[in-house]
């Protein structure tokens, strides 16, 4: 094509090869390497020339609006070498938020509240997603010593330890975490309100996860609603294998029984989280103000008044 500047000679090849290149963006979410692949495939089949560069290429990608791109900044100020402070990627134009957020890393998915609201366990709207990829393996220790009263009772005075890194782009909160391994227990392809399939924690590790981060979960009278939403689906039994399984360090056992108990589960299903008796006090939340909580002692647990 005389005449043609070369920039408008990579346009006219790239427009030649659009449906072909719509193809090839088989994912929702891409990063810049990606793209540089996707490029180098299908360069010679495009008929693209080697001078025509990634940015050139990608530019082309949004301003046709084949997908869009996001910027997402980290909110936390700490320091972390893991969590970049800024993260850059292109997304389908339909792309939903629960897309971009599991985008975001591979093998991540939804937990806590986001979990919840895909199994229709809550109706708030999930402006803030959660996203936990496991960390990797690591040897269990065997806890041989009891866990000490006053231990618990320093951990839980203070407000929860914030986990994970918040990152913003507009509107849209992504809070990725990284959970202690448990080789992706009850992970599961969950359809959606929206229809489609994301990666998400069962029912039942999605209600143990909720009682273990209140905070992560719009906070722990939501989480009661969330057991009462459950009562028809969930197995106890399930729910007690899967906490067994979990080791958890505090007795969460405690929390989950008098959440059941007290959202009307019948008798027998929760009094199962009754074995071996309890060895300590334990607390449904962090920070509960003294003059602000109540105390069962068929459970053993402070709890919030009101609840």
């Known amino acids: 094509m005389p005449g043609l500047r070369r920039e408008q000679l990579w346009t006219v090849r790239l427009r030649d090869a659009r449906s072909e290149i719509a193809t090839r963006l088989s994912l929702n979410v891409f990063r810049e390497n990606d793209l540089e692949k996707i490029l180098a495939e299908g360069r010679s089949e495009w008929r693209l020339p080697q001078t025509l560069y990634l940015d050139f290429f990608v530019d082309y990608l949004v301003k046709t609006k084949l997908l869009r791109k996001l910027i997402f900044t980290r909110q936390a100020e700490r320091s972390a070498v893991s969590y970049p402070a800024e993260l850059k990627i292109y997304v389908k134009p339909n792309a939903s938020p629960f897309d971009i957020a599991l985008g975001l890393r591979p093998g991540s998915f939804l937990s806590h509240l986001s979990a919840a ?4 366990l809550t109706e708030l709207l999930p402006r803030t997603i959660y996203v936990n990829k496991e960390q990797s393996a690591k040897a ?11 231990s618990i009772d320093d951990a839980f005075s203070k407000a929860a330890r914030r986990s994970g890194f918040a990152y913003t782009s507009d509107d849209l909160v992504l809070v990725l975490l990284a959970g202690q391994n448990s080789g992706n227990l009850d992970i599961l392809d969950i359809s959606g309100p929206d229809g489609n399939n994301y990666a998400t924690t069962s029912l039942e590790r999605t209600l143990i996860d909720c009682t273990v981060r209140p905070s992560q979960a719009g906070g722990i009278h939501e989480v009661k609603n969330m057991y009462e939403a459950a ?3 969930v197995s106890v039994r399930r729910l007690r294998k899967l906490l067994n399984d979990l080791h958890f360090i505090y007795p969460y056992r405690q929390s989950i029984g008098f959440l059941l108990e007290h959202t009307g589960y019948p008798e027998p299903r929760s009094h199962t989280f009754k074995q071996p008796p309890f060895e300590n006090d334990f607390y449904l939340d962090y920070a509960i103000p003294k003059e602000r909580r109540e105390y069962s002692s068929d459970w053993r647990l402070y709890f919030p008044k009101g609840l």
């Open 140 to 150: 269990l220790n065997e806890r041989s010593a009891k866990l000490a009263q006053q």
């Open 231 to 233: 009562r028809e689906r």
């Open 117 to 120: 609201y895909v199994h229709g």
